[in-house]
């Protein structure tokens, strides 16, 4: 994907399979993983639903860590790449749900 705001596109919509495929592009240089990580940081960071989870950036370091220094190994570098977007995809929508429920319960006591 040429810049974050077309990488955006799929990433806000938990589109996995083309975020991967850009992702994956990314991997082979030194340039394109550097974006990869600012891409992936910078995702997270817009996406946040606000429920504390230390896992979505420790795991994202992680897969970085992995993706560098296995770049050559390209099914295990994308391999991490995919647990790391998976999980924050499926959790930041566990998180939206529990946050709407905390906010549903906050107003219902209010009104009393």
Request: hydrophobic share 35%; with cysteine; net charge positive.
């Amino acid at each position: 994907m040429k810049d974050y705001t077309h990488f955006y596109q799929h990433f806000s919509k938990r589109e996995e399979k083309p975020v991967l495929a850009s992702l994956a592009k990314m991997i082979p240089s030194e340039e394109g993983r550097r974006r990869l990580g600012r891409y992936l940081i910078k995702g997270i960071c817009d996406l946040y639903p606000g429920n504390y989870d230390p896992h979505y950036l420790t795991g994202l370091g992680s897969a970085l860590w992995v993706v560098n220094h296995y770049r050559n190994q390209h099914s295990i570098a994308i391999n991490a790449l995919a647990q790391c977007v998976n999980y924050f995809f499926s959790h930041m929508i566990d998180g939206l749900i529990k946050s709407q429920k905390q906010s549903l319960s906050l107003e219902g006591r209010g009104s009393g």
